[in-house]
């Protein structure tokens, strides 16, 4: 896709820049830390603060925010393969879908697993799911790829009526998820562990994401995104490298789809619609396309958004047609003026505040 | 010069961004004359030819076609003044036929088809006549060339601009190009400016020439003068 | 043999649903190259429409033409207020804030008439095989079909919208208001999707009636080739029948997998649709 201003979202892919140059002695100290540890630490910093955040927060809080750590990872993996290879898919939802069926499949036939290597089988499967989807549709570029992934989208639902008896159909299936572990239940309830628990996953995979965006992968994805031609030229597989993009971004999608299961208890397919995948890809370009902070940005304004209007609509008393329907005409107005007004998306309007703070600091 | 100038620019200025391209062009361009605008790559022939037909959005300056003030009318009001543009490679459209092409040029006067324009159109370019109904995409370069000069006129014209005629084209067939033109000039009193790279050959056929250097007119003259004055054809046309 | 038959005519008469909207978003993507999701809410738009004037004036025609009316004028002001200021900027933005558009018209209807189903007349008898409905329903599409060949290879207004469409600059120097082409072009586009909601929304009327509609009418246009109007009619019917057959032999809940089926099968072998090149530009 092509975006005016690539090169200032670049430079917000997260803080890598493996590309440097050996660090001269003058570079920090920050700066000589291979990436990958580099962002495991930021992890770590940011799943401290996120677990202090949660002991203040009631356990209604506690699951908002769980809920906005498996958005976000959802998010940062369509980024990864929207923002980072140039491939819009509109079917991000069915990875999701992929990633919840096989988790609660694992959790009703396979009980003795742990959480661990549920999640683990979750990654390969999606990953698989994913190397599928992608070399079918690796010929395919702009609106052809995001016809077929539409597609998947709505036809992937279907399996589950199909095969009611594994799947459930339409009631989908439920699982039970164990609580706080023993030792710990007098110093965080239920809600608040299990929200721990996906924003340590989240933010483990997040790390990945980074690492890879700031590789070589990484640099691969973003000349094929900028001009295919010129990448295959320059000796970039293009075909495994677009490949690859499906492949991380659907297991960022099944992985979030697996924590989704663990904090809702149910997954049916009426919750991984249509209107669930254009979301994920209307909210990333809201929140700002190519950068990991977009995604944040992006998985707020799903949890939040809505909530906050309902609340809205609920305080001024109107007529229940206006009140259900309000959430969905502000989301579209939020949509059509942020993109008239600001092409870059919500990342787009911090990143010109801060450059016009620079700005005045140095006329100064 | 006796006559009233068919085209007048004055002191044009043009910006792309914070860049200017144009530095105060003025120019007066007689009518029923054949006038060339040279000057190296960037010098901003195609810019002016641009600015001319409405492309570009001037800074400030003024165009006044017979009088007329037609500084800041848009390109699709410009044709209908009757300031017809054939802009560098042509732009024929390869997606439509030779006819569709030619139809397309004489549209603005009349949705019907002018059936006149067209056969006189065609007489003057043959190959175009035996290819009507195809694809233009089909054409040759020399015939591609053609096509556009032919939309071009389809609109009856009295002033054509021609951004390259000769770019990529034989010498004989740039040079048929040229003859016809002048022909044209002749029986049907058309006004010509074309802007070229090959400086020699549009000295030969045109009266008159403007010499562009960084956006200015750096000399203008007689075209006989200029290609005998060994200096202007050192210092800017570079043969 | 004669479930085969049924099964045909159903599949044709969704088909000729999907071609028209179909058609509609390759009418846009030629003018703009731009996937227009806006277009249910076009067909939305006029068939609520259509339902009021019915309600009204009890008259099935009087509602018909006013949601033809209403589509093309709905078509032109979105061009115009909605698309014009960010079709240049980028491809995905605009995709994204049609997408906002319809999101913006479901909601507005939702607060108007209410979530629940509201009931559409067909403009024929509608019982049996192959009913008068089903014919009229075809019989229309074939001649929108015509209508929008002739005016776009025959029309001076035809050869204005291709042009600009083509080479706007070079159109331009033609004396072709190309702004005024592309206004042009949505509002064809959204009377044939008006069409397509009339045809579409019977029995019952809904926010969400043309959701499903609409994905497998963009699935016609990828199989047909988005530059290709013949290919968007001919992927339509394509897709009507494949689903008819399958929902009829295999089971309804597959149609959609079937539809992924063909997607996949269709473009890889032809990755921009069956009809896409420059060839078969000419319409």
Redesign the interface.
């Known amino acids: ?4 201003t690539r090169e200032r979202a670049e430079g917000a892919t997260a803080p890598t820049s493996q590309g440097s140059p050996p660090a001269s002695p003058k570079a920090g100290f920050w700066k000589r830390i291979p990436s990958p540890v580099r962002n495991l630490l930021l992890a770590a910093l940011a799943l401290t603060a996120i677990s202090g955040l949660m002991l203040f927060s009631s356990d209604l809080s506690s699951l908002r925010y769980a809920a906005v750590g498996y958005t976000l990872l959802a998010i940062a993996g369509l980024q990864l393969l ?1 923002g980072g290879s140039g491939q ?1 898919s509109l079917g991000h939802g069915a990875f999701m879908m992929i990633g919840a069926y096989s988790m609660a499949l694992l959790v009703l036939h396979l009980p003795m697993l742990p959480l661990a290597a549920n999640l683990l089988i979750v990654v390969v499967v999606s990953a698989v799911a994913g190397l599928l989807v992608g070399a ?2 690796a ?6 790829l ?3 992934t ?3 989208a ?3 639902p ?2 589950a ?2 095969y009611h008896d594994v799947l459930g159909g339409s009631n989908g299936l439920r699982i039970r998820v164990a609580g706080a572990p023993p030792g710990l239940e007098n110093l965080v309830s239920d809600e608040q562990w299990t929200s721990i628990v996906v924003w340590t996953v989240v933010l483990l995979a997040l790390a990945v994401l980074a690492t890879v965006s700031g590789g070589r992968l990484g640099r691969r994805m973003r000349s094929v995104r900028d001009d295919e031609t010129a990448a295959a030229m320059a000796g970039v597989p293009v075909g495994s490298t677009k490949v690859a993009a499906f492949v991380i971004a659907s297991t960022a999608g099944g992985l979030a789809g697996a924590l989704q299961i663990y904090v809702l208890g149910t997954a049916t397919p009426s919750i991984f619609t ?1 209107a669930l995948s ?1 979301t994920l ?2 909210v990333l ?2 929140g700002g ?1 190519g950068s990991m902070w977009g995604a944040l940005w992006a998985a707020l304004a799903v949890v939040y958004l809505e909530l906050w209007v309902s609340d809205l609509a609920g305080l001024l008393e109107m007529n229940s ?2 009140e ?6 502000f ?6 003026l942020v ?2 007004f600001w ?1 870059l998306g919500i990342q787009g309007i911090f990143q010109r505040l801060a450059a016009r703070r620079r700005l005045s600091e140095t006329s100064r | 010069m006796s006559t009233e100038p068919i085209l007048r620019v004055e002191g044009l200025d043009l910006h792309y961004g914070p860049v200017q391209a144009l530095h105060g062009i003025t120019l007066s361009v007689p009518p029923e004359g054949m006038c060339a605008v040279l000057g190296a790559n960037g010098a901003g022939k195609t810019t002016l030819l641009r600015a001319l037909s409405g492309l570009h959005k001037v800074s400030s300056g003024k165009v006044l076609l017979e009088g007329e003030d037609i500084t800041r009318l848009p390109a699709e009001r410009i044709i209908t003044r009757g300031l017809a543009h054939v802009p560098e490679g042509g732009g024929v459209i390869a997606e439509l036929t030779v006819e569709e092409n030619l139809r397309l040029g004489g549209l603005w006067r009349s949705s019907r088809t002018d059936k006149k324009a067209m056969a006189e159109v065609l007489e003057l370019f043959p190959p175009l006549a035996e290819r009507r109904k195809r694809p233009s995409s089909t054409l040759s370069g020399g015939e591609r060339q053609m096509l556009a000069i032919g939309r071009a006129l389809m609109a009856k014209p009295r002033v054509l601009l021609l951004d390259e005629p000769s770019l990529g084209l034989a010498p004989l067939i740039t040079q048929q190009i040229f003859d016809l033109l002048r022909d044209l000039r002749k029986s049907s009193g058309l006004t010509v400016v074309l802007v070229e790279q090959n400086a020699a050959g549009a000295l030969a056929t045109t009266e008159h020439g403007f010499v562009l250097n960084q956006g200015k007119v750096a000399v203008s003259g007689a075209s006989d003068e200029l290609l005998s004055d060994e200096r202007t054809r050192h210092a800017y046309l570079g043969f | 043999m004669e479930k085969f038959l049924d099964l045909t005519y159903n599949g044709l008469s969704s088909g000729a649903v999907y071609a028209a909207l179909a058609l509609s978003l390759v009418i846009i993507f030629q003018a703009t190259r731009l996937v227009n999701f806006a277009q249910p809410a076009f067909a939305l738009v006029s068939a609520y429409t259509a339902f009021a004037v019915i309600q009204a004036t009890d008259s099935y025609w009087l509602g018909f033409g006013a949601a033809l009316v209403v589509g093309a004028l709905a078509g032109a002001l979105v061009e115009r207020v909605v698309i014009r200021p960010i079709a240049s900027k980028s491809e995905l933005n605009a995709i994204i804030v049609t997408l906002g558009l319809l999101l913006v018209v479901q909601g507005v209807i939702g607060m108007v008439w209410g979530s629940r189903e509201h009931g559409l007349r067909y403009a024929f008898d509608y019982k049996g095989d192959f009913s008068p409905a089903d014919v009229f329903a075809v019989a229309s599409i074939a001649v929108v079909a015509v209508l929008v060949f002739v005016l776009y290879r025959f029309s001076p207004l035809g050869l204005r919208m291709r042009a600009a469409a083509f080479r706007p600059e070079a159109a331009r120097l033609s004396g072709v208001k190309v702004g005024l082409m592309l206004t042009a072009g949505w509002a064809i586009a959204s009377t044939i999707g008006a069409l397509a909601g009339m045809l579409a929304g019977p029995p019952f009327l809904s926010p969400h009636s043309f959701d499903l509609v609409f994905v497998f009418a963009i699935t016609a246009a990828v199989i047909g080739g988005l530059d290709s109007p013949f290919g968007a009619i001919l992927g339509g019917l394509l897709m009507g029948l494949a689903m008819s057959y399958v929902s009829g032999y295999v089971g309804p809940e597959v149609a959609t997998l079937a539809a992924l089926v063909v997607v996949v099968l269709v473009l890889s072998l032809r990755p921009d649709g069956i009809l896409s090149r420059p060839k078969a530009r000419k319409v």
């Open positions: 896709m092509s975006s005016p929207v819009v079918a549709t010929r395919l570029h702009g609106p052809y995001a016809g077929a539409l597609i998947l709505v036809g992937l279907g399996l009526h199909r249509l254009l890809l209307a370009v809201l396309v047609n206006v259900n329907n309000l959430p969905l005409v989301f579209g107005i939020v949509l059509i993109l008239r092409p």
